[in-house]
T-cell receptor
Framework: EAQVTQNPRYLITVTGKKLTVTCSQN?????MSWYRQDPGLGLRQIYY???????DKGDVPEGYKVSRKEKRNFPLILESPSPNQTSLYFC????????????FGPGTRLTVT | SQQGEEDPQALSIQEGENATMNCSYK?????LQWYRQNSGRGLVHLIL?????REKHSGRLRVTLDTSKKSSSLLITASRAADTASYFC?????????????FGTGTRLTVIP
């Protein structure tokens, strides 16, 4: 089954404790992206990747890192999480940017205390 | 910001009625997409309309695009309780190389059985 998986689905952590949210897709998509969703603000793009080893900042990249060492994986790293990073995070992938539909993962609800 | 804006923010209708949601955006685009999100879950792609298209249909969905007004509408005909969800428009940026997808804040649709 074609899908985007994220782990963990729920995470409660404390300020400053490094964490990684994994994202994997099995559709051989070139384009992958991370979004955060906050009430009243909609979805905002954090980082995206056009292909392996090619990543770029989205709208709200501060406090986040990503890597794309393999085509299927695109982990999101929070080196020192802060409470303002409490949010619902979505990973998405598509054949290519812009012109193709994006497939979304189920989301990761992160709470930073 | 290139973020789109949906209108209304919330819409409540009876089953069987039609639902219309609007999206306005700020800059020139290559494509506009509509997505649906059930509460707290990942977004699901509904339809993509290119900037040179004016109308597109998919089942009970009808999307229009007016690039002169920088607006789009999504019509769901003969609504069902299962259509209850949030609906988002997403635009790429014509002058940013279509690498980013900008989402609106969404319309929350409630279909009352």
């Amino acid at each position: 089954e074609a899908q985007v998986t994220q782990n963990p689905r729920y995470l409660i952590t404390v300020t400053g404790k490094k964490l990684t949210v994994t994202c994997s897709q099995n559709m051989n998509h070139e384009y992958m992206s991370w979004y955060r969703q906050d009430p009243g603000l909609g979805l905002r793009q954090i980082y995206y990747s056009m292909n392996v080893e090619v990543t770029d900042k989205g709208d709200v990249p501060e406090g986040y890192k990503v890597s794309r060492k393999e085509k299927r994986n695109f982990p999101l790293i929070l080196e020192s999480p802060s409470p303002n990073q409490t949010s619902l995070y979505f990973c998405a992938s598509s054949l290519q940017a812009g012109v193709a539909e994006q497939y979304f993962g189920p989301g990761t609800r992160l709470t930073v205390t | 910001s290139q973020q789109g804006e949906e209108d209304p923010q919330a819409l409540s209708i009876q089953e069987g009625e039609n639902a219309t949601m609007n999206c306005s955006y700020k800059t020139s685009i290559n494509n506009l997409q509509w997505y649906r999100q059930n509460s707290g879950r990942g977004l699901v792609h509904l339809i993509l309309i290119r900037s040179n298209e004016r109308e597109k249909h998919s089942g009970r969905l009808r999307v229009t695009l007016d690039t002169s007004k920088k607006s789009s509408s999504l019509l769901i005909t003969a609504s069902r309780a299962a259509d209850t969800a949030s609906y988002f428009c997403a635009t790429d940026g014509k002058w940013t190389g279509a690498n980013n997808l900008f989402f609106g804040t969404g319309t929350r649709l409630t279909v009352i059985p």
